[in-house]
């Protein structure tokens, strides 16, 4: 089956997560997003732990009145057990450690799995849906050893992981998302033959906003910018400090990873230029574990190429960020 993509009135999204403060962003931007019809958010442990990002999700549907959408409780530990977390960056919570009293609880998640619900979800909308992944990629692994078929009924797969110049920022040549499930990233870009973007650490960086930017957005003083300041704090602790900006990639600015993959899903003209090569991931190296390989040589003789994307057009990302906090 190829991966045509019939048509529909709004595009299509599963959103696979590991819920913590930038994939929150990414989630309302595509409920704020008028072009865009979410079936279904599916829950990957990664920033924090499971039962944290299924309360993390269901935490921004409130925020956005859209409880409606139905949530999946996915995989909890990478496909070898060997979790990590970013507790030091998103807080304990994945949100930031600023709880709500008033927040959803775990009652309301589906009883289905999240790798059934993807397998469903793939069935019912054959080449129809775009799925975005913002964490581990441990559900996707899991989905497509189920069902080898299901990348073949996607329409495409946009992936916030791995880097593009052995440049890391969990370890020297790891970026988080890979090296918190290394095996199941290699699975995916080797499984799934579907078209494949990919947005990269210094891709993200890059592509940076502005703190002046930033302070002016949050401070509009809607309940959606109160809420990004309030989760964000204690991440820019990190982030606005002189030694994790030396860590980034060309100078300081606010990084929100998982919104230029989904900016990228909702709108394809966000996206102004990219590299097309085969890609894997190591998975033995004693410094390199989890980095993303680009073959540019075509070394590794693959069919499958990815996207590697390397443009953004700022004035559209920043407009999609902007209403995703109206």
């Not at 920033?47 to 999946?72: A, G, S």
């Not at 581990?136 to 797969?157: E, I």
């Not at 020297?172 to 033959?193: K, M």
Request: proline content about 3%; glycine content about 6%.
């Amino acid at each position: 089956m190829e991966c045509k993509q019939e048509t529909t009135q709004k595009k299509l999204l599963l959103i696979d997560v590991d819920c913590g403060t930038d994939d929150a962003l990414a989630i309302m931007m595509a409920i704020a997003s008028p072009n865009v019809e979410i079936l279904g958010i599916t829950c990957v442990g990664g920033n924090t732990q499971l039962d944290n990002v299924c309360k993390n999700v269901l935490r921004v549907l409130k925020l956005c009145d859209r409880l409606d959408i139905p949530v999946f409780r996915g995989a909890s530990t990478a496909v070898l057990g060997q979790n990590i977390n970013a507790s030091y960056f998103h807080g304990e919570d994945g949100l930031g450690d600023v709880p709500d009293e008033n927040a959803p609880g775990l009652e309301l998640i589906q009883k289905e799995h999240a790798v059934d619900a993807m397998k469903r979800f793939a069935s019912e909308y054959p080449g129809q849906i775009s799925l975005v992944a913002t964490g581990p990629l441990t559900n996707l692994a899991l989905t497509v050893r189920m069902d080898p078929t299901f990348p073949q009924k996607l329409y495409s797969l946009y992936i916030m992981g791995g880097n593009m110049e052995s440049r890391g920022n969990t370890t020297a040549c790891g970026e988080f998302n890979f090296l918190a499930d290394p095996e199941a990233a290699y699975i995916v870009l080797n499984d799934y033959l579907c078209t494949t973007y990919i947005v990269t650490w210094e891709y993200s960086c890059r592509h940076k906003l502005s703190w002046e930017w930033y302070d002016k957005w949050v401070n509009k003083g809607t309940k959606k910018t109160d809420f990004i300041k309030k989760i964000y704090a204690h991440s820019l602790q990190y982030s606005r400090s002189e030694k994790e900006s030396k860590a980034l990639v060309d100078g300081p600015g606010f990084v929100s990873c998982d919104s230029y993959a989904m900016a990228a899903a909702i709108d394809e003209s966000t996206v102004t230029k990219f590299i097309e090569c085969a890609v894997t991931v190591e998975l033995s190296g004693k410094f390199t574990r989890g980095m993303m390989v680009m073959d540019l040589i075509d070394d590794l003789k693959k069919k499958n190429k990815a996207f590697v994307i390397s443009g953004c057009d700022m004035e559209k990302f920043i407009a999609l960020m902007e209403i995703s906090a109206k």
